[in-house]
């Protein structure tokens, strides 16, 4: 059973470029939320897709934005890349019956220079 | 609004001994509580759920939390701690099923000695 997973692994930007995460949930599920967790915190929920929809979205700037494709997989985008955006990046699955049931791939490190 | 708070950033315990990961709630609402555990370098992995079926819920690798409303508490256990143990553990809330957004507290760093 194919868990969730998530590319690339590590990602390496300097401020004001833009970068893209993609992350493939887990087999049978159709619900995708992003986090972003900073170094020493814990994760801070970014939004959640569903049906190819924004459904819940955190306390983020528009700078960040996703998408939701047809087999479920996902993408989060960031623009004007900040120092303060440098953070592990986590892709959670989950089914639409029980959304907070949430299973995480191993993120994307996220270092912008 | 809702929150949890783990209540130390730091705990070390000795092979075999028991383990305590202490943490309070706030919720307006009928919680949906979590325990993940993060081990360095990897993502997030579900220890156990509490939903209102029981109050104490049994979880992966020997781990068990018991849920206390009238103290507001969500209390992360096991008997006895093993050197894989060593792990940084999560205490969440959320709203329930409908509700996607996961609240994390800071986290609490779990060492074992041995």
């Known amino acids: 059973d194919a868990g969730v997973t998530q590319s690339p692994t590590h990602l390496i930007k300097t401020r004001g470029q833009q970068v893209t995460l993609r992350c493939s949930p887990k087999s049978g599920h159709d619900t995708v939320s992003w986090y972003q967790q900073a170094l ?3 994760p801070q929920f970014i939004f959640q897709y569903y049906e190819e929809e924004e459904r819940q979205r955190g306390n983020f700037p528009d700078r960040f934005s996703g998408h939701q494709f047809p087999n479920y997989s996902s993408e989060l985008n960031v623009n004007a890349l900040l120092l303060g955006d440098s953070a592990l ?6 089914l639409v019956g029980s959304r907070d049931t949430q299973y995480f791939g191993p993120g994307t490190r996220l270092t912008v220079l | 609004a809702q929150s949890v708070t783990q209540l130390d950033s730091h ?3 000795s092979e075999g001994t028991p383990v305590l990961l202490r943490c ?3 919720s307006s609402y009928s919680p949906s509580l979590f325990w993940y555990v993060q081990h360095p370098n990897k ?4 220890l156990l759920k509490y939903t209102s079926a029981a109050t104490l819920v049994k979880g992966i690798n020997g781990f068990e939390a018991e849920f206390k409303k009238s103290e507001t508490s969500f209390h992360l256990t096991k008997p006895s701690a093993h050197m894989s143990d060593a792990a ?3 205490c969440v809330v959320s709203q329930g099923g409908s509700q996607g957004n996961l609240i994390f507290g800071k986290g609490t760093k779990l060492s074992v000695k041995p």
């Open chain 2, 88 to 90: 940084e553990y999560f």
């Open chain 1, 89 to 94: 990046y986590l892709c959670a699955s989950s």
């Open chain 2, 24 to 26: 309070n709630y706030s």
């Open chain 2, 11 to 13: 705990v070390s315990v």
């Open chain 2, 43 to 46: 993502g997030l992995q579900l």
């Open chain 1, 40 to 42: 020493g915190q814990g």
